[in-house]
């Protein structure tokens, strides 16, 4: 069974940054995808930054260039820097894992618990 842990969501003012955590443990596939989508209410859950673990990442148009997703010197933590972050950011954030890295959260194969973070203007 695998399982993911986020944390470093919180809140923080307009132009701030922030650093999510997620960790991995127990069964993970030779290669597979870690990324973050997020949501808000009463919209779908949006990929926003993944990883696959040869390397190849992907941002979304509205968090590239300020958003930088990375592993850890672990291999089983990855992180997503946030920073010049807007109001618009705040959402609750999901790390999630899978065979392949997707826009369509329903291929993502486990997820974890959420972290909420909150941007004031």
């Known amino acids: 069974q695998t399982h993911l842990v986020e944390s470093g969501g919180g809140s923080v003012q307009a132009g701030g940054s922030l650093r999510l955590s997620c960790t991995v443990s127990?069964?993970?596939?030779?290669?597979?995808?870690m990324g973050w989508f997020r949501q808000t209410p009463g919209n779908q859950r949006e990929r926003i930054a993944t990883?696959?673990?040869?390397?190849?990442?992907f941002y979304a148009d509205s968090v590239r260039g300020r958003f930088t997703i990375s592993q850890g010197n672990s291999k089983s933590t990855l992180y997503l820097q946030m920073d010049s972050l807007t109001p618009q950011d705040s959402a609750m954030y999901y790390c999630?894992?899978?065979?392949?890295?997707?826009?369509?959260?329903?291929?993502?194969?486990?997820w974890g618990q959420g972290t909420q973070v909150t941007v004031s203007s």
């Open positions: 999630a894992a899978g065979p392949g890295c997707y826009n369509d959260p329903q291929k993502m194969n486990w």
């Open positions: 990883r696959f673990t040869t390397g190849n990442t």
């Open positions: 127990g069964y993970t596939p030779g290669t597979y995808c």
